[in-house]
């Protein structure tokens, strides 16, 4: 069986090819070239894709004994992941770019390069595990709660699951960082990224501004009863949830609860006004069978929090899903993700 390894110069997806071969399997190593840092306006040292990411994936690919190459992948990214990414801040949602970045490059653009090859998987160093039960393919957490990424993974199809591998899905990350080190990979000790790899620094608004060469005119804050408040800088700097960095003293704790792009005001309230009951969701991907009627599960809308009790119904194509207990700062352009216990029922895009 013959695999091709996504690499990001990362430990993770050392190790994934570690696995890999230790298995038996004929590997190539690829990297997927996203974009050219100084379009982004960065320097190469301060994020992913960079010349060192590729020396790191390169040199462990060769320790391996793995032919290693570099696949284009630049103007998809562009299309499907940044052309989103700020379309989405500029209609006053917050988007997940990671989320975009698997789906349509890893798991589809990587996939045909797989098909075009003639290899049978594509392998990453995703923490998560996929399963096959009479035929049909579930995706599944990996067992390291800390780690675990199936929430970003819930747009997988069934044939990229069957022909997808999840090495890492049964190890700890300390576990991974050992072998990497016993194995003596050059990146055994490298540190995660924690940011979009096109935003290295987290200013989301100044890297649109730059990228677009547009400004966003100032506005207004308003409260709930849509009394003015202050001056805002701009619509895309202000996300649901947000506390800090509003530049506002009001004698109490305010949080932006609202936006509207056609008006131009961001809505400030309490943390009660951020509490919500049910949500809408689109463009979603059922991974188990589509349900005919209400199900009892759990769901995570945003990365970072624990899975919450929910009820879910199809409406047509779209899914609407109510809490017994509200949840906090429920965000268009984010995703929901629907949980049985281990199994991720599926996903889709707040709206």
Avoid at 92 to 112: A, M, Q, S, W
Wanted: charge should be negative; charged fraction near 25%; aromatic fraction near 12%.
């Amino acid at each position: 069986m013959k695999a091709i390894i996504a690499m990001s110069g990362g430990v993770d997806s050392s190790v994934a090819a570690y696995f890999m071969k230790k298995n038996g399997y004929e590997c190539i190593g690829a990297t997927m070239k996203l974009y050219d840092n100084e379009d982004i306006g960065i320097s190469r040292e301060k994020t992913c894709c960079s010349l060192d990411d590729i020396d790191d994936a390169r040199a462990v690919a060769h320790r391996l004994g793995m032919p290693y190459y570099v696949f284009n992948f630049k103007d998809e990214f562009e299309r499907k992941v940044i052309d989103k990414f700020i379309c989405t801040y500029e209609q006053g949602g917050t988007p997940n770019p990671c989320i975009d970045c698997n789906r349509y490059l890893k798991f589809e653009k990587l996939h045909h390069r797989m098909r075009e090859l003639g290899y049978d998987y594509v392998v990453t160093g995703h923490y998560a595990d996929i399963e096959e039960k009479d035929g049909r393919y579930f995706l599944k957490k990996g067992i390291d709660p800390g780690k675990d990424q199936s929430y970003v993974l819930y747009s997988l199809t069934q044939e990229q699951l069957a022909h997808t591998l999840f090495p890492l899905g049964k190890y700890t990350k300390e576990r991974i960082r050992e072998i990497a080190e016993r194995e003596g990979f050059v990146n055994a000790k490298k540190r995660d990224s924690q940011d979009i790899c096109f935003v290295p620094d987290g200013d989301y608004a100044a890297f649109i501004e730059r990228y677009t060469g547009r400004t966003y005119p100032a506005g207004d804050f308003i409260d709930t009863k849509g009394d003015f408040i202050a001056h805002h800088s701009g619509i895309i700097h202000y996300t649901i949830g947000q506390r800090k960095g509003l530049g506002v003293a009001v004698g109490h704790p305010v949080y932006v609860v609202s936006k509207d792009v056609e008006q131009n005001t961001v809505t400030l309230g309490s943390n009660y006004d951020l509490m919500c009951k049910s949500l809408v969701a689109e463009d979603f991907n059922w991974i188990c069978e589509k349900p005919s009627g209400e199900i009892s599960c759990k769901a995570k809308t945003r990365y970072n929090m624990r899975e919450v009790p929910c009820f879910a119904h199809c409406d047509g194509e779209r899914v609407i899903v109510s809490f017994p207990t509200p949840v906090r700062a429920v965000t268009e352009g984010q995703a929901v993700v629907l949980y049985d216990g281990d199994y991720v029922l599926g996903g889709g895009t707040i709206v």
